[in-house]
């Protein structure tokens, strides 16, 4: 939240909406018993988590073997670069579009 001057307490909601959806999210949360530290995570969202993390590690995996191969070209090591960005671009663009 933007930092504010004046009287009262710094706001912790953007918006009536968003305060009653953390009130019913904690009510929720109490009558399943789940702690702070637990987090509910649709199942499809967490595969595809696996999925890009699975990718960008074949990509680390083949940079690494492309780099220390004596023989590498300019090319091959650009390719190379090309791949492990194209791994981990899903993965920076989930963290930058975070709400």
Excluded at 8 to 37: H, N, Y
Excluded at 55 to 64: F, M, Y
Excluded at 69 to 96: F, G, I, Y
């Amino acid at each position: 939240m933007p930092g504010r001057s004046g009287p009262g307490r710094p706001k912790e909601f953007c918006s009536q909406a968003c305060r009653q959806w953390d009130w019913v999210g904690r009510q929720r949360a109490r009558e399943l018993q789940i702690s702070e530290d637990e987090l509910i995570v649709a199942r499809g969202e967490l595969d595809a988590l696996y999925d890009e993390l699975y990718v960008l590690s074949c990509a680390v995996a083949d940079t690494e073997r492309e780099v220390g191969d004596r023989r590498a070209t300019v090319t091959s090591l650009r390719e190379a670069l090309d791949w492990l960005l194209d791994a981990a671009r899903p993965l920076h663009d989930r963290v930058t579009q975070r709400p």
